[in-house]
Nanobody
Framework: QVQLVESGGGSAQAGGSLTLSCAASGTTDSLSYISWFRQAPGKDREGVARIGTTTYYSYYADSVKGRFTILQVVRKKMVTLQMNGLKPEDTGMYYC?????????????????WGQGTQVTVSS
């Protein structure tokens, strides 16, 4: 089993920055990728970014490219999401997720473990 714990959420003004962290514990050796998802009230959960735990290759949603950066700080143990140039539409609950096998990176069904989430609120 793998446990994921997010931290670093909070409030920011538009144009500001926040950094989220995801700490993974347990049997993390099996993890192939770690991602960030977000969910705004009344909307579906959407993929924000993903990083391969071995390849370090990253994917980003078009809406965050050039503004957000996902980093694996400690292999299979700690991943961060640096968010710059925040916009009100970035508001939502941000979840860390980890998967073992492949599949489309933004499909929630391809993930085996989820954190509880951390709230990000961006005001205009």
């Amino acid at each position: 089993q793998v446990q994921l714990v997010e931290s670093g959420g909070g409030s920011a003004q538009a144009g500001g920055s926040l950094t989220l962290s995801c700490a993974a514990s347990g049997t993390t050796d099996s993890l192939s990728y770690i991602s960030w998802f977000r969910q705004a009230p009344g909307k579906d959960r959407e993929g924000v970014a993903r990083i391969g735990t071995t390849t370090y290759y990253s994917y980003y949603a078009d809406s965050v490219k050039g503004r957000f950066t996902i980093l694996q700080v400690v292999r299979k143990k700690m991943v961060t999401l640096q968010m710059n140039g925040l916009k009100p539409e970035d508001t939502g609950m941000y979840y860390c997720a980890a998967g073992i096998s492949g599949g489309r990176w933004s499909d929630t069904r391809n993930y085996d473990y989820w954190g509880q989430g951390t709230q990000v609120t961006v005001s205009s």
